[in-house]
């Protein structure tokens, strides 16, 4: 009797300990409210190397497809080395859309951001698949149906609504037009 007791009290215990973790790894997995604003996913995690700024990824990316060193600083002079978090404003100094003879390229590299970052994000099985994402990530369509590009961390409810309209506040901190329509 005794050992049947303990037999079940163990397999009681331990149907407990897989429920637990199973509840944890669903809890991981839906991760919290969905993140919106480049500065919800490109923050410093690593001093070292950078990872994963904005800064970061474009020397990473710039060694994988051109063997050579990304410009280190903006226009202005700013740093944009991979250890610095940059808005993704700075980025947009050089890579914005490009108008009249830069039709089709950047403002002054040969790629505009939204080129890079459309590709990069949605065939990205990281993006998609760890995290809850779509357009909404990045965007918020404006009055004119503009998708307005959002560059902060955004606080946000759990279907990802803005906390700031939801308090009445009319605009999203750090919501941009985009470089497209700035004349
Ligand atoms: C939900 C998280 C998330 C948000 C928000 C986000 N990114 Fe990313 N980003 C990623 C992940 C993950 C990768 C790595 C993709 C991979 O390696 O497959 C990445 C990669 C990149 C890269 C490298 C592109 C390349 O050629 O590989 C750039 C540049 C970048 N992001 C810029 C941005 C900008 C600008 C914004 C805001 C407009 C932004 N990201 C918003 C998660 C995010
Ligand atoms: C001073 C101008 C300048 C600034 C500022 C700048 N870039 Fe670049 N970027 C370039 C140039 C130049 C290249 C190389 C491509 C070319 O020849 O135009 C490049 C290439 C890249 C690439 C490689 C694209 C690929 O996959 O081949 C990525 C990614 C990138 N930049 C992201 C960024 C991000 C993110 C920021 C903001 C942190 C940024 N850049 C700021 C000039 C700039
Ligand atoms: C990882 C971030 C990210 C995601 C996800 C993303 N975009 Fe963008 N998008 C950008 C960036 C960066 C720009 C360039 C903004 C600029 O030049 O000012 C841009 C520009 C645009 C523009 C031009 C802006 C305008 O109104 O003229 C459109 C349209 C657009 N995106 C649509 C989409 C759609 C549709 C999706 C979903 C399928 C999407 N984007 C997903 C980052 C993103």
Redesign the pocket.
């Known amino acids: 009797m005794r050992f049947i007791r303990a037999v079940l009290v163990v397999g009681a215990l331990s149907l407990l300990l897989g429920l637990t973790a199973a509840i944890a790894m669903a809890a991981e997995q839906a991760g919290g409210p969905p993140k919106r604003g480049c500065l919800s996913c490109h923050t410093l995690e690593d001093k070292a190397t950078g990872k994963y ?3 970061y ?2 020397q ?3 060694k ?3 063997n ?1 060193d ?2 280190k ?3 202005d002079g700013a740093s ?1 080395e991979p250890a610095q978090v ?1 808005s ?1 404003k ?6 914005g859309a490009g108008t009249g003879d830069r039709m089709g ?2 403002k ?4 505009s ?1 939204r080129d ?2 459309h590709p ?1 994000h949605m065939f990205s099985g990281v993006f998609g698949d760890r995290y809850n994402t779509s357009c909404f990530t990045c965007h918020n369509v404006n009055a004119e149906g503009r998708f307005d590009l959002l560059d902060e961390a955004v606080a946000v409810n759990e279907k990802g609504i803005p906390k700031s309209l939801l308090e009445g506040k009319g605009t999203i901190p750090g919501a941009l037009p985009s470089s497209e329509v700035k004349k």
């Open positions: 700024t904005l800064g990824w474009a990473e990316r710039t994988a497809d051109y050579r990304h410009p600083k903006a226009l944009i940059v993704v700075t980025c947009l100094g050089c890579h390229k950047g002054f590299s040969n790629l951001l890079i970052v990069a």
